[in-house]
């Protein structure tokens, strides 16, 4: 991502930046906190929201809600996908594109005059490492 969104460059912006480069799934305000911490970062919240309101202007960034209110922040891959949102841990995975492009095709061949711009998409149940999982005995 380039640092272009930015009229100036600081070690949070930077490093906001480097962490949606690495990170494969949405990330709550939380996690972005800690990680900062984690490097010796310590902004407060507005600093963190102001970087991210920038990112998501720039269409750099998308935001995640989920119905616990709770916002995520995923760096935009280009296509649209669903998100698996984990109930227990509130832990969220980004799933395979190829499942929204089926549904989408269907849609559109029901509907053709159909416009899609947007989607909300949301499967919510327990991931793998939660206890409650009962999935597997
Ligand atoms: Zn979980
Ligand atoms: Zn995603």
């Known amino acids: 991502m380039p640092s272009l969104y930015f009229d100036r460059k600081t070690p ?13 799934r949405p990330l709550s305000l939380k996690l ?9 970062l310590l902004p407060n919240k507005t600093t ?3 970087i991210l309101d920038k990112l998501l202007a720039a269409r750099a960034i998308a935001e995640v809600n989920v119905r ?7 760096k935009v891959q280009g296509h649209l996908h669903y998100h698996f949102f984990c109930i227990d841990c509130e832990s969220i995975f980004c799933l395979e594109p190829n499942h929204t ?6 849609m559109k061949a ?27 005995p």
Do not use: M, W
């Open 101 to 106: 492009d089926t549904l989408i095709e269907s």
């Open 32 to 40: 972005i906190l800690d990680h900062l911490k984690h490097q010796g």
């Open 68 to 74: 616990t209110g709770r916002t995520y922040y995923e």
């Open 48 to 50: 963190v929201y102001r």
């Open 110 to 136: 029901a509907n053709p005059s159909f416009t899609i711009n947007d989607h909300d998409l949301n499967l919510y149940g327990q991931c793998g490492s939660c206890p409650s999982n009962t999935s597997t």
């Open 12 to 24: 949070v912006s930077t490093a906001i930046l480097a962490l949606f480069e690495s990170s494969n």
